[in-house]
T-cell receptor, first 113, second 114 residues
């Protein structure tokens, strides 16, 4: 158990819908990272938050957004869902903002039908 | 730009045999390098990391990797495979001083045969 909690574990939704994925980082970790794992794109970095502020942005679509709340949990919002958004979404957390080990959650498997 | 290439999307070895999973990177500056393991329906677990200290890095579960700058490689090895090693393995690279924007390879699925 990495200490990073993601909910829900599985999510099935229809195209055009909006979903929210939640991540609770390890106790004491200030950074949260979101990654997408899909069959065609592999593992891709989406976005990072550090202590409530966006720190880095990767290959994140405009339909996707994230935030980190004062209690340090984070949410990834996916809207206008398409079939191609079906993937495993991972959250990771680390103590610092860079070059410190990141611990991954077990992921949320999103299926868009 | 940095990228990671993992040679062989599937590798099969017999139990007790040597495990060798290949990873090559391309980066404009010497990067930090990582190997992660993903068991079925699990998240990613860090096996080991290279951050410009010793070139031979020892990780968990008997795995180790050697950073070879001349070959731009960071291959993962284990002398004797165990059935429990069956999983998917990812090599990743990160530029020093950057936020943790790991760039992952496409992964290698390791099968261990009895």
């Amino acid at each position: 158990d990495s200490g990073v909690t993601q909910t829900p574990k599985h999510l099935i939704t229809a195209t055009g819908q909006r979903v929210t994925l939640r991540c609770s980082p390890r106790s004491g970790d200030l950074s949260v990272y979101w990654y997408q794992q899909s069959l065609d794109q592999g593992l891709q970095f989406l976005i990072q938050y550090y202590n409530g502020e966006e720190r880095a942005k990767g290959n994140i679509l405009e339909r996707f957004s994230a935030q980190q709340f004062p209690d340090l949990h984070s949410e990834l919002n996916l809207s206008s869902l398409e079939l191609g958004d079906s993937a495993l979404y991972f959250c990771a957390s680390s103590v610092g903002s860079m070059n410190t080990e990141a611990f991954f959650g077990q992921g949320t498997r999103l299926t868009v039908v | 730009a940095q990228s990671v290439t993992q040679l062989g999307s599937h590798v099969s070895v017999s139990e007790g045999a040597l495990v060798l999973l290949r990873c090559n990177y391309s980066s404009s500056v010497p990067p930090y390098l990582f190997w992660y393991v993903q068991y079925p329906n699990q998240g990613l677990q860090l096996l080991l990391k290279y951050t410009s200290a010793a070139t031979l890095v020892k990780g968990i579960n008997g795995f180790e990797a050697e950073f070879k700058k001349s070959e731009t490689s960071f291959h993962l090895t284990k002398p004797s495979a165990h059935m429990s090693d069956a999983a998917e393995y990812f090599c990743a690279v990160e530029l020093p001083g950057s936020a943790r924007q790991l760039t992952f390879g496409s992964g290698t699925q390791l099968t261990v045969l009895p």
